[in-house]
């Protein structure tokens, strides 16, 4: 089916999020839809899918214009969506699922669960999903739960799909199986587009790709179109995507973790036996696919968490025991994985955000009491160096952009002198030009001889910043390899699989955006 | 969604807001659990060049709000003490002018003649009208003669006398106002005020009847006596909650209980009995621990009130301005943040609750010392409860719950002269205070009937503009 989207213009109040914007997926196409966060992909596609209507312009199917009151009528007109966030229940199974919304009734209003399950086992078979129809949704991995998602839309006979960042969650070798499912969609005839902000899966999947910015089209381009030509596209200047660094010197010992086992309120192992050590002037990269212990790990060395046993020592003193204040006030910089629950408190000032964990301490208290002038002076001196927007720092932090938050938690932790950070996903839901600044402060306080520990779910950053990179499944260190390792082995290894077999595994199967990764390093 | 499963949900580029969440689309709605955590993370991209990125998201967000899942942040409590702190003044004094109308209507409705006036309304409208009016400016005019000044009275004393009512029935309202106030700045629910002042009472009004003690130093330590007596007993539902994590909305209200049955036990114990008497009261309190009166006889209002007015300034300072403070008002907004910034969590819940009980403690020394001068066990009154409408009214701020104070005292003051010189139930005062505390709880409401723009997400979006036109510039 052939989509077409005509001058598509969506304003909310005097705002306009979607401006006159033209898109066509060809049948059997993959669109790729480039923007950064905000710039109005996920609206266009929200209008798309009934869900919001749009204040001027057309969609048509097949050449025919159409109309779409709620996502119902998308879906009966073949619009299929994955959101990046799956609806799904979790204590349904892969039929019910399915099934859900679009119930194959009985008499007497029973669910048909046979028909359910056909469906799912034929659909699955046809693609070679590999999904059990009876399975429970909260067994399956993440990767699986989007083919249900997948499935639950080619049900409903989806001539067009749309994907939502649909590699957010996902391995590289998870995306790899993605990329698979796509390209024998498109083989079918179905139509993708395909929303993302990974420049590196656009160049490896997408047939075409449209690139929007503040709301409207700022270009089309083709798949060989190089990396840092689409980010500058995306972001709208030009963008520097590596890191510039020097090749560490590592020093002492900074950081070392010994044996570190910690269990969760359900008494599961969440840490199996780490032993890590993360030496002055290098960064150790923490990669995984996110829920592998990576957020127990950090809690645990900032004092959240106690440990059932083994030891975390800074420059040879012991710090379990202790709590979070002596831990922060011993030289741990922390900057937490969610910046809006743990970084920051959205209704106090900016200024307040600044001080967050340096509220008691001099200059910006003396004899208990709070010193305004000094916490405000503090903050515009650090806003001007740290290059955060704002209007004032006496607003709620709330009304900074995320990217800009972001910096104001960077800031606070960077500012006072360090013995080592440890940075968790510093740069998630920050805009590409705040990302940029963020890693060069990360190397900046590496080159100052601090021992830094990265925790990152997103490979490209692990790779970029890492001096080693430490792998981590179920909880356990897989192995601790170089920076430059090749992209597959780390996948693998974020599956769980040991690095010897990793490697002898990567060498005889390139993943698509591996073998994109080696045309990029033969090109120049 | 347990934290476990939550987090074994990875997810990077937290994009969402984007995504309209309340319409129902037919398919299977994810947890809630992952939708709120999608939703705690505003993303905005910032700067001169991304200027309309930011417009596009602040408002792609806005359509969203109204129709989402409450309370998606980390709690509920503090998702309440938010709305609370950032409700307008417009809407207070909004609220006050609802509750004297729907007041004025239940006044007519109980008057006799507008009653009578009513059975023939369609022969002569006017009847009743007039007989309304004549009813509810009646009632207010006592209202107001009782509270603030009395411009029948024979002498200037009776004249301003009501004004010094209002403020004798304020200082408890105030006490225990702050302690509830500061407990929700907490982000705690604290229901024990009732209880708080009783434990201040007893201890208070021991110290006061039972022990004999120089002037000054007797009348300090029965005030701190008291202080003690409700920090105690605040902190009781502090520790538990702290330590086990008790809900202390629960707590608070079961100690409510056992300190009602624990001062009736008490009175009939010799000790606290009046000699050679059953009543169930006790013995009257020395004059020495006797709050001083500052204006004589005939007026009632004693010192408490300038210590109410003292204490007012601390609490402000300990709330807006100590390091305490900054703890308190963290863990009230965001427990998560203040645990990773090092704050400890549980010590601010067990200091919180006892400095609330010690104010509401004092509270009850303005009974037993004050006005009462002696322990019966209706000593708290129901200003442990009203207490909960003044915070609520005050905004959990400190000079803004003296002023709720102050204006329930007057309501509480007024309302005798009413009931008696008119014939108004004394009752009308308390839907008055009810109805005031339903459209405070319910902005929406008051929004909705007066038709004022929702206040956060057109402020929020103003800023972001401006912000961005900053960075532009």
Redesign the interface.
Same mark, same amino acid.
Request: hydrophobic share 30%; charged share 25%; net charge positive.
């Given at each position: 089916m052939k989509l077409e989207l005509r001058g598509i213009t969506k304003?909310?109040?005097s705002?306009?999020?979607?401006?006159s914007i033209d898109l066509v997926v060809e049948p059997g196409e993959i669109h790729a839809l480039l923007g950064?966060?905000?710039?109005?992909?996920?609206?266009l596609m929200?209008v798309l899918?009934?869900?919001?209507d749009p204040d001027d312009g057309e969609i048509l199917l097949d050449d025919r214009p159409v109309r779409f009151d709620?996502?119902?009528d998308a879906?009966a007109a073949g619009i299929g969506m994955v959101?990046?966030?799956?609806?799904? +229940?979790?204590i349904?199974t892969v039929a019910e699922?399915v099934a859900?919304?679009?119930e194959p009734a009985g008499r007497l209003g029973i669910i048909d669960r046979r028909t359910a399950r056909k469906r799912v086992t034929e659909i699955s078979d046809r693609f070679g999903f590999d999904v059990d129809p009876g399975a429970v949704i909260?067994d399956l991995p993440?990767g699986v739960q989007q083919r249900v998602e997948i499935i639950?839309a080619l049900s409903r006979e989806a001539k067009i799909l749309i994907l939502d960042?649909p590699t957010?969650?996902l391995t590289p070798q998870e995306t790899d199986e993605l990329i698979e499912i796509m390209r024998q969609l498109k083989a079918e005839g179905t139509s993708i587009v395909f929303i993302t902000?990974k420049l590196r899966e656009v160049r490896a999947i997408a047939d075409s790709i449209t690139v929007i910015?503040?709301?409207?089209v700022v270009g089309e381009a083709t798949p060989d179109t190089s990396e840092t030509e689409l980010a500058s596209l995306m972001?709208?200047?030009s963008v520097s995507m590596a890191v510039d660094k020097d090749p560490a010197e590592p020093g002492d010992d900074g950081l070392v973790i010994s044996d570190l086992t910690v269990l969760?309120?359900?008494n599961?192992v969440v840490l199996d036996h780490i032993d890590l050590t993360v030496r002055r002037g290098e960064i150790l990269a923490v990669a995984g696919?996110?829920?592998n212990g990576q957020?127990e790990l950090t809690e645990t060395i900032?004092g959240?968490t106690e440990p059932l046993q083994g030891s975390i020592t800074l420059d040879g003193k012991e710090l379990t025991g202790t709590? +979070?204040?002596s831990?922060?006030?011993a030289g741990v910089g922390?900057i937490?994985e969610?910046?809006?629950?743990?970084? +920051?408190?959205?209704?106090?000032t900016v200024a307040?955000n600044f001080i967050?964990?340096l509220?008691?301490v001099e200059p910006f208290?003396r004899a208990?009491?709070?010193r305004?002038q000094v916490i405000q002076d503090n903050a515009r001196k650090r806003a001007e160096e740290y290059d955060v927007?704002?209007?004032d720092v006496d607003?709620p932090i709330?009304?900074?952009?995320?990217?800009?938050q972001q910096k104001v938690v960077v800031a606070r932790e960077m500012s006072r002198p360090l013995r080592v950070l440890v940075a968790s996903q510093p740069t998630?839901?920050v805009?590409v030009?705040?990302v940029e600044f963020i890693h060069k402060q990360i190397v900046a306080e590496r080159d100052n001889g601090t021992p830094v520990l990265l925790v990152s779910?997103?490979l490209d950053e692990a790779m970029n910043l890492g001096d080693r990179i430490a792998v981590m499944y179920r909880g356990a260190i897989v192995g601790i390899v170089p920076g430059d390792t090749d992209r597959d082995v780390l996948g693998l290894m974020m599956a769980g699989v040991p690095l010897e077999e990793a490697q002898a595994q990567a060498a005889v199967h390139r993943t698509a955006l591996a073998a994109a990764d080696d045309q990029t390093e033969e090109a120049p | 969604m347990s934290e476990h499963e939550d987090r074994g949900r990875p997810e990077e580029e937290p994009q969402v807001p984007e995504e309209p969440r309340g319409r129902a689309d037919g398919d299977a709605r994810a947890p809630a659990g992952a939708e709120a955590r999608a939703d705690g993370e505003p993303e905005a991209p910032t700067g001169a060049e991304d200027r309309a990125d930011g417009d596009a998201r602040a408002t792609a967000e806005e359509p969203a709000r109204g129709t989402r899942q409450p309370a998606p942040g980390p709690s509920r409590s503090a998702q309440f003490v938010r709305d609370l702190l950032s409700g307008s003044w417009l809407v207070t004094v909004l609220a006050i002018f609802i509750a004297l109308v729907l007041s004025g209507v239940l006044i007519a409705g109980a008057d006799a003649r507008v009653q009578d006036a009513a059975g023939y309304f369609f022969a002569r409208p006017t009847d009743m009208l007039g007989a309304a009016w004549d009813a509810v400016s009646a009632s207010y005019t006592a209202l107001f003669r009782g509270s603030i000044f009395d411009y029948q009275a024979t002498s200037f004393a009776r004249a301003i006398r009501p004004l010094t009512e209002t403020m004798v029935f304020s200082v408890p309202l105030v006490f225990t106002g702050l302690g509830i106030a500061l407990a929700f700045r907490a982000g705690m629910f604290n229901i024990g005020g009732q209880g708080q002042i009783i434990a201040g009472a007893i201890v208070g009004g021991y110290i006061g009847f039972g022990m004999n003690l120089p002037v000054v130093l007797h009348l300090i330590l029965a005030v701190l006596g008291a202080a003690l007596g409700g920090a105690i007993y605040g902190g009781i539902a502090g520790v538990l909650k702290a330590r086990t994590g008790a809900n202390e909305v629960i707590v608070t209200i079961m100690l409510n209980n056992i300190a009602v049955y624990l001062i009736a036990w008490l009175l009939t114990q010799p000790a606290f009995q009046q000699p050679d008497s059953n009543l169930p009261r006790s013995p009257y309190v020395e004059a020495t621990a006797l709050y001083p009166t500052l204006l004589g006889p005939p007026f009632r209002l004693h010192l408490g009130f300038l210590l109410m007015i003292a204490v007012t300034a601390l609490v402000w300072w300990l709330v807006e301005r100590s390091t305490f403070g900054f703890e308190l008002r963290a863990v009230g907004a965001n427990p998560e943040a203040a645990r990773t910034a090092g704050v400890s969590v549980s010590k601010v819940i067990i200091v919180a609750m006892l400095v609330a009980g010690a104010l509401s403690g004092l509270g009850g020394s303005a009974q037993v010392l004050g006005t009462e001068g002696l322990l019966t066990a209706g000593v708290a009154a129901s200003y442990g409860f009203d207490a909960i409408t003044v915070a609520l009214l005050g905004r959990a701020r400190a000079w803004g719950t003296l002023a709720a104070g102050l204006l329930f005292g007057a309501l509480k003051a007024g309302g005798f002269l009413m009931q008696s010189t008119t014939q108004t139930p004394i009752d009308i005062i308390l839907v008055m205070q009810s109805i005031i505390v339903l459209l405070i709880a319910a902005p929406p409401l008051v929004r909705a009937i007066f038709r004022l723009p929702a206040p956060r997400p057109g402020r929020r979006q103003r800023s972001v503009l401006e912000a961005q036109e900053v960075a532009a510039a």
């Open positions: 304003r909310f109040g705002l306009v999020a979607n401006d950064e966060n905000g710039a109005g992909k996920s609206t929200n899918y009934g869900l919001y709620g996502p119902g879906v959101h990046q966030h799956f609806m799904l +229940v979790p349904f699922s859900l919304g679009y909260e993440v639950k960042e957010a969650v902000h910015r503040r709301g409207k972001v709208g200047r969760d309120s359900r599961n696919v996110q829920g957020t900032l959240l709590d +979070v204040k831990r922060l006030r922390f937490p969610d910046r809006s629950t743990s970084g +920051v408190i959205s209704t106090f307040e967050l964990d509220y008691d208290a208990g009491t709070l305004p927007r704002l209007r607003d709330s009304t900074l952009s995320g990217g800009n998630r839901g805009d030009g705040s779910s997103e | -």
